[in-house]
C-alpha cells in the first residue's frame, strides 16, 4: 500500500493566495437549477481543471467565477474583491483587464486576420496600435504560428484557430485565463499541442488557470482538478488516498 | 493483482514509471522474444544485443548481462538460435549469434499474433464498487476516491511526455489510454449508482 499525499489542500490550493473563490453559489436557469450551492477556491498561478459531467454546471460554474453570469445567491470573489456585487460596467472592465477567455471553438473574428484577432483586446483597451500589434506579433512564434499572421482565421485549422485564440486570451497578460474545453473540437495530437501551449504560456507568464473539461487527459495538465455534480463542487484532492488491491 | 500492486506504488522516475507501464501494459514484450527480434535484423554479439535492448525497451531499467547470456544460452538450446565460436578478445562471451528458422518463424508468430485484450483494473474496481453497495459503504465516495487516484498518476504521466522523448512519450501514452478508460468507467458507473444499487440488493 502506498499514500499518495496530494499537493493541495481542499481550496486553498497547498497553502497558496486564493485568488479566485466561489462562496456556496446558487444559479438557475428557469426552473432548472445549474449550481445548487457551488463553492471552489483557485489559487495565484495555479491550473485547475473543473471536470463533470455534462449537464453538472461545470460551464456555468466558469461562467460566474469569470463574472459573465451573476450568481441567484451566494459570492464570487477576485483578488479580494466581490464580483458578483460589481456593476456590469466594472464586470466588463476586469473581464477585460485581469481575464482571459478560451472556448471550445475560438471565437474569432472571422472578418479579421489573425494577427488583429490577436491585438483586439489590447486595442479595445486603448492601447497605440503600434503596441498593440507589437504585442499580437510578439506571440505568433511562440504559439508556433508564424507566417499566418495575415491569413483571415476562416482559412485556418482548426488547432491554429485554437492557438490564435490563447494568443488573444493571453495578450493583455491577464492575471487568470478562463478555458471552456479549448480542445473539445481538435483530434488529440492537435489538442496536446494546444494544451501544451496553454499551459507552457501561462507557467511562463504566471497566469492562473480555470479550465473546464470532460476529458480526463485534458485535466492531468493542470495542478488539480475538482468534479462538478448535481450543481455542487466534489474535490477530493485532499484525499490521503490509499491505492493498492 | 500484480498490475494493481504496480500501480500503486511511488514512481521515483520517469523512466521508472514507464518501466512499470510496460510490465503494466506490455507484458507480450518478452526478453528472449525481443532479443530473437533483434537477432533477426543481423548477427550479433551479446554486448551488442543488450546495448541494443537497453536503447529500445529498457526505459532506465538495464538488462542485466547475465540475463542476456542465460537468454542466449536457452534459446540456443531450444535451437532457436546459434552461438558461433568464441571469438579473441576481452569479456566472458565473445560469441557472435545468429537466428535459426525455428527462431525466425516464432517472431514471425509472435509479430502476427494481437496481445490478449484483458482488461485488468475493471475487475477490481467492479468488484470494490458491487462489495461495497452489497455492504452498505459509500461506493460513490470510493469512485471519486479512485477518480482522484487515476488523475494524479495521469499528471505524472502527462509530465512525463512533456519531459521526456518520443519513446517515453509512447510508453506514456499507453498508459494514459488505459487509465482514461478506467476513468470513464468510473464515470459510466458513478451515474447508474442507484440503478446498481438496487440490483446488488435485490439480489
Known amino acids: 500500500m502506498t499514500s499518495l499525499n496530494f499537493p493541495h489542500a481542499p481550496g486553498d490550493g497547498g497553502g497558496r493566495r486564493s485568488l479566485v473563490k466561489a462562496l456556496d453559489v446558487y444559479r438557475s436557469f428557469g426552473r432548472t437549477p445549474a449550481l445548487t450551492g457551488a463553492s471552489l477556491s483557485v489559487s495565484k498561478g495555479e491550473i485547475l481543471a473543473i471536470m463533470g459531467p455534462s449537464g453538472s454546471g461545470k460551464s456555468t460554474l466558469l461562467h460566474c467565477l469569470a463574472g459573465i453570469f451573476t450568481p441567484d445567491s451566494g459570492e464570487v470573489w477576485f483578488d479580494g474583491q466581490r464580483l458578483d456585487t460589481l456593476s456590469d460596467a466594472k464586470r466588463t472592465e476586469l473581464r477585460r483587464t485581469a481575464f482571459g477567455f478560451v472556448f471550445q471553438f475560438g471565437q474569432l473574428v472571422p472578418e479579421l486576420t489573425v494577427t488583429d484577432n490577436i491585438a483586439l483586446p489590447l486595442l479595445l483597451g486603448r492601447a497605440s496600435r503600434k503596441a498593440a500589434y507589437g504585442a499580437a506579433e510578439s506571440w505568433l512564434p511562440r504559439l508556433d504560428l508564424d507566417g499566418v499572421g495575415r491569413r483571415r482565421t476562416g482559412e485556418l485549422s482548426g488547432g491554429q484557430a485554437q492557438r490564435v485564440a490563447l494568443a488573444r486570451a493571453l495578450v493583455a497578460r491577464p492575471q487568470v485565463l478562463f478555458a471552456d474545453e479549448p480542445t473539445g473540437s481538435l483530434d488529440t495530437l492537435t489538442g496536446e499541442l494546444v494544451m501544451d501551449l496553454l499551459v507552457g504560456s501561462a507557467r511562463e507568464e504566471g497566469t492562473t488557470v480555470v479550465l473546464v473539461t470532460h476529458d480526463a487527459r485534458v485535466a492531468a495538465y493542470a495542478d488539480r482538478e475538482v468534479l462538478v455534480r448535481d450543481g455542487k463542487v466534489v474535490d477530493r484532492s485532499d484525499a490521503q488516498v490509499e491505492v493498492g488491491q | ?203
Open chain 2, 1 to 203: 493483482m500484480q498490475n494493481a500492486s504496480l500501480l500503486g506504488t511511488r514512481a521515483c522516475s520517469s523512466h521508472v514509471y514507464a518501466q512499470y507501464l510496460l510490465l503494466l501494459y506490455a507484458p507480450g514484450v518478452t526478453v528472449p522474444l525481443t532479443l530473437l527480434g533483434l537477432l533477426e535484423r543481423e548477427p550479433s554479439h551479446g554486448y551488442d544485443l543488450k546495448r541494443d535492448y537497453d536503447t529500445y525497451f529498457g526505459r532506465g531499467k538495464p538488462l542485466p548481462f547475465g540475463q542476456v547470456y542465460a537468454t542466449l544460452g536457452r534459446l540456443a538450446r531450444d535451437g532457436k538460435v546459434i552461438g558461433g565460436d568464441a571469438e579473441p578478445g576481452a569479456g566472458p562471451d565473445r560469441k557472435r549469434y545468429t537466428i535459426t528458422e525455428v527462431g525466425a518463424h516464432e517472431i514471425d508468430d509472435w509479430l502476427t499474433q494481437p496481445v490478449e485484450p484483458e482488461p485488468h483494473l475493471q475487475t477490481v474496481l467492479f468488484a470494490k464498487v458491487v462489495l461495497a453497495l452489497m455492504l452498505g459503504r459509500p461506493a460513490e465516495s470510493y469512485l471519486d476516491t479512485q477518480r482522484a487516484a487515476h488523475l494524479q498518476r495521469m499528471r505524472e504521466l502527462t509530465e512525463t511526455k512533456r519531459t521526456g522523448g518520443l519513446m517515453d512519450a509512447l510508453l506514456a501514452d499507453h498508459g494514459l489510454f488505459h487509465l482514461e478508460a478506467d476513468l470513464r468507467w468510473i464515470d459510466v458507473t458513478s451515474a447508474r449508482l442507484s440503478a446498481l444499487a438496487e440490483l446488488v440488493r435485490a439480489t
